[in-house]
Structures are given as C-alpha cells and as structure tokens.
C-alpha cells in the first residue's frame, strides 16, 4: 500500500477545503469483543508508538521522516486508533494515512497492532477514512496492496473493494506485485459501509 504517489496537481478543491474535511472530529467505534475505541488525529508524540506498529507490519516500512512530511500535507489525513484510558492516553492500536485528491480518496497506509488484530480496528480506521472522504466529495476510495497480502485483501474485498490492476514488482524488498484496488461510492457501496452526507 505504501509509495501511492498521486499527481497533485489534479486536486480539484481549496487546501483550506481539504484540511476542513479531514480535521473530522473524533468518534466512539465498538469493535468485535466490545470495548470501545476512539479515532482521532494523529500527534507528532505518536510517532513512537506508530513507527513500532508500522516497523512490525511491513517489510519496507516508511521512515519517521516520512510521517511527519505527511502531518505537514494540507490534503492529507492521518488518525491513530486508541482505546479509550479514562483520564490518560492510551496506546496507539493502529493508524491510517490517507489523501484527498480532487474526488479520489487515496488510502496510503494502514496497519494495526500486532496484539490487535482481528477485532475490527482496521475495518473501523477504514470506515473513519471514508466517511472524512465521502463528506468531502470524494467519489472513489483507492489502494495498493501486496498481491500475496491475503488478510488485507480480504479485508478489502469484504468492503467492497475489487482490484483494478497490477503493479508488477512494485515492492522493493519483495518486489511481490502490487494490486490497485478501488471502492466506488456510488449509492449501493455506499449504503453497504454506512456512509451519510
């Protein structure tokens, strides 16, 4: 999924209007054993936790560098799942990077704690991304995925996602293929994720 390089100059909307939409505000999500979690915008104090995270899940994980060129993006959103601690912060469960370009939705990384996984945090940073998306105008969510990465495809795929197509050995270390996949927001997708304007 990493390295999605959009032509910036196709984005269709203010910067001020972009850094609107993807400001969203913070919200509650229940995941599948029942506690509750929060999505909210990521920090620059959660670099730590999040490179940890990213240097487990991928085999070219992005830099801290990279991070933080995208905190500085007007057309880019990053938000930390965390599960709610009461009176502190708590750890860092997973993230989600993504763009808004013109009426494009380019997811740019996800990836959850290992310890995590399987009780939905993924499926809901996704859900976050797209709504922050589709109140922005956006018509169609886009990614890159490993072609041998099962798990995520699945997760795609159970979204609505098809793969358009192929990147052959996009991924430097593995130089496995990438697939392009795509989400229209049209009513039906939309109506399937629970998407509202």
């Not at 913070?26 to 999040?50: H, N, Q, T, Y």
């Not at 997973?94 to 499926?123: K, M």
């Not at 996602?161 to 989400?183: G, N, Q």
């Amino acid at each position: 999924m990493h390295d999605h390089q959009p032509a910036e100059s196709q984005t269709a909307r203010s910067a001020e209007d972009v850094r609107s939409a993807i400001r969203g505000s913070d919200f509650r999500l229940e995941d599948d054993i029942g506690k509750c979690f929060s999505v909210e915008p990521m920090r620059p104090a959660d670099l730590a936790e999040v490179l940890a995270i990213e240097r487990a899940s991928f085999r070219s994980p992005w830099s801290k560098a990279s991070f933080e060129a995208e905190l500085g993006k007007s057309y880019s959103g990053l938000r930390v799942a965390r599960m709610k601690g009461g009176d502190h912060i708590s750890p860092v469960l997973g993230y989600i990077c993504f763009w808004l370009v013109a009426d494009e939705l380019q997811i740019t990384n996800l990836a959850v704690h290992p310890e995590y996984r399987r009780r939905s945090i993924g499926w809901q940073l996704l859900l976050h991304g797209f709504q922050l998306g589709h109140v922005a105008g956006a018509r169609l969510a886009v990614l890159e995925v490993g072609r041998y990465n099962r798990a995520a495809r699945t997760l795609y795929e159970k979204l609505g996602f098809v793969a358009v197509h192929k990147r052959p050995r996009y991924y430097d270390e593995s130089r496995e293929d990438a697939l392009v996949m795509e989400l229209n927001f049209n009513p039906i997708t939309v109506a399937g994720v629970g998407l509202q304007r």
